[in-house]
């Protein structure tokens, strides 16, 4: 019978390597600029074994107790995610206007929502907002695309 | 000069900016993104026109305002409007998921309008003695207050103690990121250009609470298009003005928030984030049911209103007195004194008294005021929380997106909240507290210029033997000390009084 092996080991192991890394990086820094960091990198790195060894024991005694990470739920969340990257990236190239509504209105359509007025007024609304705050009052400067 | 003062508060103009000062200080401060900073830079061309102590009302009066706005969003939808609000919405966001949202918010307003009129009486009355005391902090000090706020992490990580060290450490190596003040070496940048700047703690603070909210709230898809409360009704539970019984048993938590912060507003570069945190920690020290901060606990939502919007006033008395901002929003505000020729410093007060006294009068009036209006409003705000997830998810994406653009108009402050809001969704996944590393960020700065400078101080000489020379930091020491072991002797007497029970 495989036992799975604790959360908290993975992340301790995580922040360990982390740590290495961060470390080596200072050391082509000038003395001032690399004492405070190495001072904290130090500490991470011994918080980092710390969680390891506990999450050994854990994993050994197979104590989840309540901290134990769930990713069954977090498909939709991943999905959402790549939504929004799609939207940030669609603001560079398309323009913002274009790509906030479309994201809006996409979004509506990944959750089935299917009151159209609703979604409509949603989308028109903060658009209106966004202009008018952001845009005119506050001076915004939008990023510049291809296309707008 | 009372006459004078009555008279100038009496006048048309200054009702008006009174008005657009609560009322746009609110919106300001409820958006994530904007800032109260922000809000006063804007209304500074505004006030050219205008007479000196209109100015200054508004623009003072807006400080307060958007502060306490932020609280509105950091309740209902766990997004701070600004840094300050952070503290808030850890328990703010959890009596809105219990309905109480009209409770939370009636709490947060009350506790903001204490802790802005106590700042302001405390302006009035004592600025000059206070201002002394700022004198008085110098690089060891500072360095002493930024550790003494990062046991706040303690109290924040409650049952992932190591976790939330961690996390805090962490966001101590973040606040490194960018170029180093004393060598200007680009320090953990990857060769990439933006990063020298460092990494904006606004930016990732909005990543961290709003996007990874959201992402949370997208794994009940099946309910996504529900509203959270059926009845509606459930969202109006509670008094939306505190009970009396309430407001006793927060009246010693307000005071001691509202002290803290005006002393943290007093120091300059110490703003109404760490003055919300460390009296939120220090209302947890003091509270018998430390067990529901983070919960939903009303001594938390009070303690962080009232020592931020505390600091607002606090803030104000180095730059009347001294002319030094206590924050970066004040630094806004001496540009506006300048702008309507007046000179912060001792001689203020004697060259142009009336002016002063009746800004400082109308900041008085304004944050009862601002109290008020609060209330009046706040069961039509509390409906958004009434929104279905699959209309509010994007809206906030939307918002935090436009939101940590604006700040410097650079999408790659937009790519840097993306990568903080997946991280913060990790954490919550792994039960790693996120506020913690945003604590981090926050008093990085302050406590390695402190340490720096401390060390520079030193000359060769061990680091504590400049602290024993000094008073202050002597009794901050000792604070630190006891901040540290307090929750172990508490632990240790509570298991001891089970025992014998």
Not at chain 2, 325 to 341: N, R
Not at chain 2, 399 to 420: K, W
Not at chain 2, 448 to 464: D, H, M, N, V
Not at chain 2, 490 to 498: G, L, N, Q, W
């Amino acid at each position: 019978m495989t036992k799975s092996v604790h959360t908290d080991t993975w992340i301790g192991a995580f922040v360990i390597v982390l740590s290495v890394f961060l470390f080596v990086q200072t050391f082509d820094m000038p003395e001032l600029a690399a004492t405070f960091p190495q001072l904290m990198i130090g500490v991470l790195g011994a918080f980092g074994c710390l969680l390891f060894l506990l999450g050994i024991r854990k994993t050994i005694k197979a104590d989840c107790n309540g901290d134990c990470a769930d990713f069954s739920k977090a498909k939709y969340s991943i999905i959402f995610y790549l939504l929004i990257l799609t939207y940030v990236i669609g603001i560079c190239y398309v323009g913002y206007f274009v790509s906030t509504a479309a994201f809006i209105a996409g979004s509506m359509f990944f959750f089935k929502y299917k009151n159209y007025i609703s979604l409509c007024l949603t989308v028109c609304g903060m658009l209106m907002f966004i202009y008018f705050l952001f845009v005119r009052q506050l001076g915004v400067i939008l990023p510049e695309t291809l296309l707008f | 000069m009372i006459q004078e003062i009555i008279v100038n508060l009496c006048t048309l103009e200054v009702a008006v900016a009174m008005i657009v000062a609560i009322l746009g200080g609110m919106l300001i401060g409820a958006l994530p993104g904007l800032s109260a900073t922000m809000g006063v830079a804007l209304l500074i061309p505004l006030t050219y026109s205008m007479t000196p102590s209109a100015a200054l009302i508004m623009l003072t009066v807006l400080y307060t305002s958007a502060i306490y706005g932020g609280s509105f969003t950091a309740i209902l939808i766990h997004t701070p409007g600004t840094a300050s609000s952070a503290a808030t919405a850890m328990d703010g966001y959890q009596l809105t998921l219990k309905g109480q949202g009209l409770r939370a918010l009636g709490i947060a307003t009350v506790s903001s309008m204490f802790g802005g009129t106590v700042s302001a009486v405390m302006l009035m009355f004592i600025a000059p003695q206070l201002a002394k005391l700022s004198l008085m902090f110098g690089p060891p000090e500072y360095f002493l207050i930024s550790l003494f706020g990062l046991t706040v992490i303690g109290s924040l990580a409650s049952g992932n103690m190591l976790k939330g060290l961690m996390a805090g450490v962490l966001g101590l190596i973040i606040s490194t990121c960018g170029t180093h003040i004393y060598t200007g070496y680009y320090r953990f940048t990857f060769n990439i250009t933006l990063l020298q700047d460092g990494i904006r703690s606004v930016v990732a603070m909005i990543g961290l609470f709003s996007l990874s909210q959201v992402l949370i709230q997208v794994e009940d898809y099946v309910h996504a298009t529900k509203k959270r409360f059926e009845n509606s009704d459930l969202l109006l539970k509670g008094r939306r003005l505190p009970s009396w019984d309430e407001i006793k048993f927060l009246f010693p938590n307000m005071i001691r928030s509202s002290i803290i912060g005006v002393l943290v507003g007093i120091l300059p570069g110490a703003g109404g984030d760490i003055g919300s945190w460390v009296s939120y920690n220090e209302a947890k020290r003091f509270s018998k049911n430390k067990e529901e901060f983070g919960k939903g606990s009303i001594e938390g939502i009070c303690a962080s209103e009232a020592a931020n919007n505390a600091v607002t006033g606090g803030a104000l008395i180095p730059l009347l007195t001294l002319g030094v901002p206590g924050s970066s929003t004040t630094a806004v505000v001496l540009g506006a004194l300048l702008i309507h020729g007046l000179t912060p410093g001792h001689t203020l007060f004697a060259t142009n008294g009336t002016i002063v006294y009746t800004m400082m009068a109308a900041f008085l009036i304004g944050n009862i005021l601002m109290g008020f209006v609060g209330l009046l409003i706040s069961k039509r705000i509390v409906r958004m929380c009434n929104i279905p997830t699959c209309i509010l998810s994007p809206v906030i994406v939307v918002l935090a997106t436009i939101g940590a653009y604006s700040i410097a108009m650079n999408i790659f402050d937009v790519c840097v909240m993306l990568f903080f809001g997946f991280l913060g969704y990790l954490m919550k996944k792994t039960k790693i507290p996120a506020a913690p590393l945003v604590l981090g960020m926050l008093l990085g700065e302050t406590a390695e210029l402190g340490y720096t400078q401390s060390i520079t101080i030193a000359k060769g000489r061990p680091l504590f033997e400049v602290f024993i020379g000094r008073p202050i930091c002597i009794i901050l020491m000792i604070m630190i000390i006891l901040a540290i072991v307090s929750p172990f002797i508490a632990d240790y007497y509570t298991k001891r009084r089970a025992w014998k029970k």
